[in-house]
């Protein structure tokens, strides 16, 4: 059974290159994001990884802890991380878990049950392993995004979903289509008119079912 939007993640052990984690126990109080990766030495993977080094302050902003998954080991994920940061030009202090066996790309439903990784292979051959999951403190799946090898993720779209994510996170508001920070967010269908006043104020009736406000502070 695949992983879906408001499923708990798997609670797992495994090693990074910083030691060995308990993900439920990492994650503690915290949002957290997974990025997984195919392989390591790749080269959109590098890019990436370097823009998640980068944003290191972005994400400690927001409460957020990031981790990477390779379904290499953690001496490769070692030197990796030297390549990470001559590339990004800063620390890169997350840890990046090694997923040999690939039990946690199968639990994330990011490989089938019966993956393997044969003998020479490439990253075409766990080039689905390429996955953000961004994750609430109760430890349930807020976001999936997958992407294809060819094409590098864009890190301020990650961010924007994050900021939307928590800002709606158990309030009964919603984002519209590129909504950033200090926009009007959107009343859920779930609150009337009444409520909907009561609890917000000022509303601005676009439609009946659609209804802004300024979000919450």
């Known amino acids: 059974m695949g992983l879906r939007i408001n499923d708990t993640v798997p609670n797992f052990t495994a090693e990074t290159d910083q030691g060995e984690i308990t993900f439920h126990d990492w994650i503690g109080d915290s949002w957290a994001i997974l990025f997984s ?11 990436e990884f370097g823009a998640v080094a980068q944003l290191a302050d972005e994400w400690a902003k927001r409460n957020t802890k990031v981790i990477g998954l390779s379904v290499d080991d953690t001496e490769d994920h070692v ?20 997923d040999v066996d690939l039990k946690v790309s199968k639990q994330f439903d990011m490989l089938p049950a019966d993956a393997y990784l044969p003998d020479g292979r ?15 403190p109760d430890k349930k799946v807020q976001l999936i995004m997958t992407y294809p090898m060819s094409v590098g993720r864009n ?19 919603a984002t519209g289509a590129n909504w950033v920070p200090g926009q009007d967010v959107i009343v859920a269908l779930t609150v009337s008119d ?16 659609l209804r802004l406000t300024k979000a919450p502070a």
Do not use: M
């Not at 990766?37 to 890019?47: A, G, I, L, S």
């Open 37 to 47: 990766h195919p392989k390591d030495f790749t080269p959109v993977c590098t890019t």
């Open 122 to 136: 490439t990253a075409a051959d766990s080039a689905s392993v390429r996955s953000v999951f961004i994750i609430s």
């Open 155 to 173: 890190f301020a779209e990650v961010l924007r979903a994050l900021d939307a994510l928590q800002a709606t996170y158990q309030t009964p508001i």
């Open 194 to 209: 009444e409520e909907a006043k009561e609890k917000f104020g000022e509303v601005d009736f676009k439609l009946p079912y």
């Open 79 to 98: 030197k990796w991380k030297n390549d990470i940061e001559t590339v990004a030009e800063t620390k890169a202090g997350f840890p990046i878990i090694a």
